[in-house]
């Protein structure tokens, strides 16, 4: 599919706005429009694809807005200024560039979905109509549970916007968000195909339900979570690798249930989080987070990869996303939901509400996360050991934040890690909303600030 992407964008990218709100940037009638373009199944199905697209821009920068505002990763010994120290400190000022970028990228991604949408009837074929709908209520509804988990209350957009559609640009409750996450995704798992029968990287059921799962953990919804994670772990297109190193090496391999792609050596499909992740110095693994890892786990080869530096000190990088050259031009895909989550959320979801748990389900999925990584099984489970859990097996991966949000202990464990660290991190439990980007207050009075941002 990524070359297929690749094409379409190319066509696609003379009418695409650069995000929803963008709607005062009119084209010339001479030009190719939406209006225009969109008469037939092909043409429909380049916007789909734009979608996919849409996500690389987003992806490409969610690892400082999560694995760095958790204790999981910093800088570089420290050493870097600017906006990234302001992620690293959890101190992230409303001008921040990056933020406003991941606000606009959703939102773009949200754009790309509803244009699909509303063009759904120029599609002859009834399948084709019913997958482009799946497909789009899918990214539509990924897009707005990554910014509702970022950014708290956000506007919740269904349709393509224009300036007079005043009430799109309020802030809408949490709990209607999710209601609206909630119905895309069960639209999506109803229209969307198994992984055998659609082209490999798109949307499928599985990446439908294993959201959906994730949202409903997020809701407290556990009895609806493990109904799907249930189905999930049965699911013959999916399990775990034998090797933990080939889930990140080995692309589109049977562990990935939904995952962002990208292009080697290519100005326009290409990803610089490797080489940022390395030769930049971001998103290094923290020594506590280091600390946690037993020498004799089989996860410890990738997760933290030595780098002499050429000489140098030396420091240890995120393994799992190794460049295979030093370019800024790289084509490690990004994982979004892997079979590996659904053991560990499958675990969470029986456990629910208690601290601990003998279910045998739940330790039989535990226990296969501890078994490829060649570490002792457990015959109770609590919750302190799942996070645990979960924190190694998926460190860099863009969870651990929103991992210690859902099990409540959030303000606790950054409290206690704020006080290890350098001077200029003082944690506050305001600051585990991001500030809404002063670029949209601006344009857009109606959105209020986040509590603790001026």
Request: net charge negative; hydrophobic share 35%; proline share 4%.
């Given at each position: 599919m990524k070359k297929y992407i690749l094409n379409t964008i190319l066509i696609l990218t003379i009418f695409c706005f650069n995000s929803c709100e963008d709607f005062l940037n009119l084209s010339p009638v001479s030009e190719l429009t939406t209006a225009s373009f969109y008469n037939n199944d092909n043409e429909v199905e380049g916007g789909v694809l734009a979608i996919y697209d849409a996500m690389?821009?987003?992806?490409?920068?969610?690892?400082?807005?999560?694995?760095?505002?958790?204790?999981?990763?910093?800088?570089?010994a420290h050493r870097s200024e600017g906006e990234w120290r302001e992620f690293e400190t959890m101190n992230v000022q409303t001008i921040n560039a990056t933020v406003s970028d991941y606000w606009i990228n959703n939102y773009n991604a949200i754009f790309r979905a509803n244009t699909v949408l509303e063009n759904l009837g120029n599609v002859s074929s009834a399948y084709l109509k019913t997958q482009f709908e799946g497909e789009a209520k899918f990214a539509r509804a990924l897009s707005h549970f990554n910014l509702v988990r970022a950014f708290g209350d956000v506007p919740v957009v269904d349709k393509i916007i224009n300036y007079n559609d005043e009430d799109y640009f309020l802030r809408d409750p949490q709990s209607e968000v999710y209601s609206f996450?909630?119905?895309?995704?069960?639209?999506?798992?109803?229209?969307?195909?198994?992984?055998?029968?659609?082209?490999?990287g798109r949307a499928t059921i599985g990446a439908a339900k294993a959201i959906l799962a994730k949202v409903y953990l997020t809701m407290k919804e556990h009895s609806k979570a493990k109904t799907l994670l249930d189905d999930l772990i049965l699911d013959v297109d999916y399990g775990l690798l034998t090797n933990f190193n080939d889930?990140?090496?080995?692309?589109?391999?049977?562990?990935?249930?939904?995952?962002?792609?990208?292009?080697?050596?290519?100005?326009?499909?290409?990803?610089?989080?490797?080489?940022?992740?390395?030769?930049?110095?971001?998103?290094?693994?923290?020594?506590?987070?280091?600390?946690?890892?037993?020498?004799?786990?089989?996860?410890?080869?990738?997760?933290?990869?030595?780098?002499?530096?050429?000489?140098a000190t030396g420091d240890f990088e995120p393994g799992k996303f190794q460049p295979e050259t030093r370019s800024q031009l790289q084509g490690n895909d990004w994982i979004v939901i892997r079979f590996a989550d659904v053991l560990l959320m499958h675990a969470e979801a029986i456990m629910a509400d208690a601290g601990s748990t003998t279910d045998q389900s739940a330790?039989?999925?535990?226990?296969?996360i501890r078994i490829r990584a060649g570490m002792g099984t457990v015959t109770t489970l609590t919750k302190d050991l799942l996070l645990t859990e979960r924190r190694i097996e998926l460190c860099h991966e863009n969870h651990r934040l929103y991992d210690l949000i859902r099990f409540g202990v959030a303000e606790t464990v950054m409290s206690a890690f704020s006080l290890t660290q350098e001077p200029g991190f003082e944690f506050k439990s305001t600051?585990?909303?991001?500030?809404?980007p002063m670029r949209e207050i601006n344009i857009y009075p109606q959105l209020e600030q986040n509590s603790g941002y001026n």
């Open positions: 690389q821009n987003y992806v490409s920068v969610e690892w400082a807005l999560t694995e760095m505002r958790s204790d999981n990763t910093n800088t570089r996450i909630e119905s895309d995704l069960l639209t999506a798992i109803d229209n969307l195909p198994g992984r055998s029968d659609i082209e490999e889930v990140f090496y080995q692309e589109l391999n049977k562990e990935i249930i939904f995952g962002v792609q990208f292009i080697p050596d290519d100005s326009k499909d290409s990803q610089k989080f490797s080489y940022q992740f390395t030769n930049s110095g971001l998103n290094y693994p923290t020594e506590d987070l280091m600390s946690i890892v037993d020498t004799s786990d089989l996860r410890e080869p990738t997760l933290f990869f030595w780098n002499d530096l050429s000489g330790l039989d999925s535990f226990n296969k600051a585990l909303l991001l500030p809404i």
